[in-house]
């Protein structure tokens, strides 16, 4: 049979890394992007206040609320400080590696969030990552902000629907407890503890091809470096679920090489489980 690295695999048309072209016959070359995306990964603030809004959120197209009332714990505040306190709480409480916000100054109203399952990410071939785009309406605190699940086509509907749509609402009061504490940042927490008990995390490589090839705006540099670091788990968790093997999983193997590849990590090493295939 023919060498499955050999075979002519559609890829998808995953983003290159800088100017560098990826020649993975090359091992130093492969060391080089891996040592700049791992840096780009490392100097990703868990918060960071940007400019301006991407134009891929989802709420972008929402009325802007900047000129609108707050009321509840922060009546007599304008939206803009409103939120600069919340930011303040978030910038200085935020816990390491588990959740890293965006929030604009152009648009007070909108921030975006990607929560990291370590567990998953650790102990299956689960991507681990859960980005969610979040909508704050006049009436914050008083009301709940809008939250939306990038779920990238896949399933997972159950986050969307129990955190999303009713967790947050029915629980609300709850989570808005003093004016030192951030009603987001529990919400985060909430969330993630949900995702860590609640669900049974679906094994998608799809969901990876995808999250690689379009990664959401303001966070390429820490997707690429995020799949750069556990690519090699990736894979070795991906072939323990092989009980009866077939073309079909091998081909998806062969993709998670070749995706990996192109954003610079080393995985030649893996081909050889490929070969055993072959015969």
């Not at 002519?8 to 060391?31: A, C, R, T």
């Not at 006049?138 to 699940?149: D, F, H, L, M, Q």
């Not at 990664?215 to 070795?236: A, K, M, N, Q, W």
């Amino acid at each position: 049979m023919q060498n499955m690295a050999s075979r002519q695999v559609k890829l998808l048309n995953l983003p290159k890394v800088k100017s560098h072209h990826v020649n993975n016959n090359h091992y130093g070359e492969i060391e080089e992007i891996e040592v700049e995306v791992e840096k780009n990964f490392r100097k990703f603030k868990n918060f960071d206040i940007l400019e301006t809004s991407p134009l891929d959120h989802y709420f972008l197209d929402h009325q802007p609320t900047s000129t609108l009332v707050c009321f509840g714990l922060h009546k007599n505040k304008s939206p803009k400080k409103t939120m600069r306190e919340e930011w303040e709480i978030l910038s200085s409480q935020l816990p390491n590696s588990i959740f890293y916000i965006r929030v604009y100054e152009s648009r007070c109203d909108l921030m975006r969030v990607v929560v990291i399952n370590e567990e998953a990410a650790t102990n299956s071939y689960h991507h681990g990552l859960f980005f969610f785009d979040l909508f704050f309406p006049k009436n914050y605190p008083s009301n709940p902000p809008k939250i939306v699940y990038h779920s990238y086509g896949k399933s997972l509907n159950e986050i969307r629907r129990v955190v999303c749509d009713n967790y947050i609402f029915k629980n609300w009061g709850s989570l808005i407890k003093s004016n030192t504490e951030s009603p987001i940042l529990n919400v985060l927490i909430s969330i993630e503890i949900f995702i860590s008990n609640s669900i049974e995390l679906e094994r998608s490589s799809e969901t990876i091809f995808q999250m690689l090839r379009s990664p959401l705006i303001g966070y390429e540099d820490f997707v690429l470096g995020y799949f750069l670091l556990r690519s090699h788990h990736i894979l070795l968790n991906y072939k323990t679920t092989f009980t009866n093997p077939d073309e079909e999983n091998y081909k998806t193997f062969f993709n998670l090489i070749k995706a990996f590849e192109e954003i610079g990590a080393y995985c030649k090493h893996h081909y050889k489980y490929l070969e055993s295939y072959d015969n």
